[in-house]
Every structure is written in C-alpha cells, then in structure tokens.
C-alpha cells in the first residue's frame, strides 16, 4: 500500500477536485500553497511552470487520469514538502520520457526536494501510491481529508 | 572478476525522480545478486559525464550525442513494464 505518504503531504496542501483547466493552473494553485506554507520561496511557481514547459514530469499509467509530479531545483525550496491536488476533469500534461505525448492527468503530486539523501522516503511512497492503481482510485472519489487518510493511511 | 559497473540515472533535476529509480534499480538488483556504483546527474549534464560511466538509466530524453547505452527508466516510476527493464539492466552490468 501507499503508507507513510499522508505524514508527508501538508494537509492544508491538499486540494480535492479542483476547477482547474489547464497544468498552469494547478501547478499555481498547489505552489501557492506550498509558498503560503513556508516551505517554498515565492520564486518556485515560476520555476516548476517554466521547467514543466521544457523538462514535462506527466507519468503513463495507461489510465484516463494519469500522474503528474511537477517540481524543480533545489534553489526554490526551503524545506521539503509535498502538495496534492485531484482534477475533476483530467488536464493536459506532457509525457516525461516523451514530451511530444500529451497525456491527460487526473492527480498532481507538487514535489517540493531539496536533499536526495534525506527525502528518499518521500520519494518512494508518492512512487509507491502512483503505482497502486486502487489508491489512485480512492483518491479521485475522495471528497474531504478523512476520505484520503483512509486511502493513504 | 569483472570491474564494478557504474550507472549513471539521470532525470530533470537530477535529485528528484533519479533518486527513486536509483533506490527501486539498487534493490532490484542486489536481489539479483548484483552491485555497482550510482552516480545522479540532472539530463543536461549526461553528455559531459557518460565517458566515466557504463551506461545510463534516465526518465527524460537524453541527448543523441551521448554514445554510451541510454536505458528508459520511467518504468520504475509508473511501475509498468518493470521487469523488463530490469533484465536489460541486469544484462547490462553482467557485460
């Protein structure tokens, strides 16, 4: 299971079933949050948009919603941290390994890292729920944070 | 005895998606009984860094210039086609 990722994600960096339209949109709104949160200097919105635009992190899951997991250097963030947000319709991302696949995404996983080392673990439990196709389920139905505690645990 | 190998995992900025696709193919790995060195580079870098490695593991487009095996490794980010990959990476460090 996805365990150990609800202690990593912020849950006032949680936004379930946004209106938004387009990966600018979520990107900003989720950053918004991480910056308002203190873990994020007001430099990083702009350098996930800029980076999402050249180095795209949309993930293939051979789903209608797909991952994606935005973020950027080290520089733009203060401390590590995690935003998630659920679209209620899918927005357009690109393919990490393919930036000319577009693939439409339903989960955003905002990663804010600033040490390997140190965030392996946060790493691998955000892998590790992208990968449970069951929590990914659970999330796009979830409704208030008690419904993701019960997915993520 | 053969030398240690060295994979280099590249991806955009080198510390976030080659961290875990490092530790997923480390695993992996010494399951199968096999070890090597790790280095992480963001993708920009592969092609001045590739010379001193075996060959590369990277989530994002490498360069065409770079000469040495580019391996994809978002497999082990969206968990699809997992084994497949590692057996090319297993072949790859019993060279």
């Known amino acids: ?153 | 005895m053969s030398r240690q190998k060295t994979i280099l995992f590249a991806c955009g900025t080198g510390i976030a998606t080659s961290t875990a696709v490092n530790v997923a193919v480390t695993e992996a790995m010494k399951k199968r009984g096999l070890t090597f060195n790790a280095q992480q580079a963001k993708a920009t870098e592969v092609p001045g860094l590739a010379d001193s490695v075996d060959f590369i593991v990277a989530t994002t487009p490498i360069s065409a210039s770079v000469t040495k095996p580019v391996i994809k490794g978002l497999a082990f980010l969206t968990g699809i086609g997992k084994d497949k990959v590692l057996d090319e990476i297993e072949a790859q460090l019993r060279k």
Not at chain 1, 93 to 111: H, T, W
Not at chain 1, 129 to 148: E, F, H, K, M, W
């Open chain 1, 1 to 153: 299971m996805s365990e150990g990722l609800m202690q990593l994600l912020d849950p006032e960096a949680i936004v379930l079933g946004s209106d938004a339209s387009t990966n600018e949109e979520i990107i900003r709104i989720l950053a918004g949050r991480l910056e308002s949160l203190g873990y994020v200097k007001s430099s990083y919105a702009d350098a996930v948009v800029r980076r999402e635009m050249t180095i795209p992190t949309g993930l293939p899951l051979e789903r209608a919603d797909n991952v994606a997991v935005p973020h950027t250097d080290p520089e733009h963030v203060l401390k590590p941290g995690i935003a998630m947000g659920t679209l209620k319709k899918p927005v357009t991302f690109a393919n990490m390994e393919d930036p000319d696949e577009k693939l439409p995404v339903g989960f955003v996983f905002l990663l804010a890292i600033n040490d390997k080392d140190k965030q392996i673990e946060a790493l691998q439990s955000v892998m590790a729920t992208i990968q449970n196709p069951d929590a990914l389920d659970g999330l796009r139905s979830a409704r208030t944070l008690d419904d993701v505690r019960a997915v993520l645990g």
